[in-house]
């Protein structure tokens, strides 16, 4: 018996430095209201939803970076007095929510990080801080000023630049590594709505973790039927990518970015007979700092079944059945009957690279 659920990427458009917050909450909330009316029952929003993509800022003032995380209680982010009013719009819709956002945990501490909501309960049945944080946190006076304009390589300084224009990324300043490791989840309200005996399994990754396999096997490893991620994906941005900047075209740079989220985006999909959802923070902020779109449900075959037509805010929608995961679970990737763990120590016990002596032969 098929397991049908409507999921919908919520691919939000251009967020400037100096948008309002209760601009963005009204678009998020005019999203939510376009999924209830398509019968949507998992909506994904990108990484950091309420906000512009700060870490692209050298940002030297507190009270503006503190501005850009939710401070979350105990309770979890629906409760959370600055976002309340979008949360209790998905409860008061019944679609659930996995979205991403700066947060402010009640010691302090701050992370890059994703909930998922139930529009049912309105509680947080998942939640993911991420792991794979991108960039470089060097101390900027160690590097000689002379060296300053000569070097284009990535991982050098931080910040590349207080110039604007300048795609810097800073997510290492501003966030803690994510603690919660790879927990997949069921969201339990959904057991009904599928018609199967069980409800889905469901992970969440945020950007850059896309592109590390291990996290895509962990989940994996616990049967994930949905992953759900959120990112924020820079087309141009020569300083960080360690290129020189006339070695490129803008053009040239943005196709290859859409090429590699695509490329891991789906054959980590396929590795994992999982359905996908991807979700862009896209446009061009404040005019100067354009991030691809990419927006798309991918399915167990790794097959793009929909996505976005557009780089504004806009809902992609399409009908996934749970159990076309099973061929590729029980066939092509059997884990239990093909997997050779006792060959795989070097995934756990290394981070870098340390290359094989060379035989004097």
């Not at 700066?102 to 049912?120: F, H, I, L, M």
């Not at 803008?250 to 054959?267: G, P, S, T, W």
């Not at 099973?326 to 690279?353: C, M, N, P, W």
Request: glycine share 8%; net charge negative.
């Amino acid at each position: 018996m098929p397991r049908i659920l409507r999921v919908a990427a919520a691919q939000v458009g251009r967020i400037d430095r100096s948008t309002p917050r209760a601009s963005i909450l009204a678009r998020l909330i005019a999203l939510l209201e376009e999924a209830a009316n398509q019968k949507v029952h998992i909506a994904v929003f990108p990484e950091t939803t309420f906000s512009t993509f700060f870490p692209r800022y050298f940002i030297e003032n507190e009270d503006e970076l503190a501005s850009y995380f939710e401070k979350e209680p105990v309770e979890g982010i629906s409760q959370c007095g600055s976002v309340k009013t979008f949360f209790d719009k998905a409860r008061e819709l019944g679609v659930d929510v996995a979205i991403g956002y700066g947060e402010e945990d009640p010691e302090g501490k701050r992370w890059n990080t994703a909930s998922y909501v139930s529009g049912k309960s309105g509680k947080t049945v998942g939640k993911y801080r991420k792991i794979h944080l991108p960039g470089t946190f060097f101390v900027v006076q160690a590097v000689p000023p002379a060296e300053l304009t000569l070097r284009y390589f990535a991982g050098t300084i931080e910040p590349f630049s207080k110039e604007e224009g300048v795609t810097n990324q800073l997510e290492k300043r501003y966030f803690q590594p994510g603690n919660l490791g790879f927990n997949a989840f069921k969201p339990p309200h959904l057991k009904e709505v599928t018609g199967g005996d069980k409800s889905p399994i469901v992970g969440m990754l945020i950007c850059n973790d896309r592109r590390w396999a291990e996290g895509w096997r962990v989940y994996g490893l616990q049967g994930v039927e949905l992953m759900c991620i959120g990112y924020n994906t820079t087309a141009w941005a020569p300083q960080l990518w360690g290129i020189d900047p006339d070695s490129m075209s803008r053009e040239d740079a943005a196709k290859d970015a859409m090429f590699h989220h695509k490329l891991v985006c789906q054959a980590h999909a396929y590795t994992n007979a999982t359905f996908l959802v991807t979700s862009a923070r896209c446009g061009v902020d404040d005019g100067i700092h354009p991030l691809i779109s990419g927006s798309m449900i991918v399915d167990p075959e790794g097959h793009i079944i929909a996505e976005n037509k557009t780089e504004e805010d806009e809902l992609i929608v399409a009908d996934i059945d749970l159990d076309a995961c099973k061929q590729g679970k029980s066939k092509t990737f059997a884990f239990e009957k093909h997997r050779r763990i006792e060959h795989y120590g070097l995934i756990t016990e290394r981070a870098g690279v340390v290359e094989p002596d060379e035989p004097d032969l």
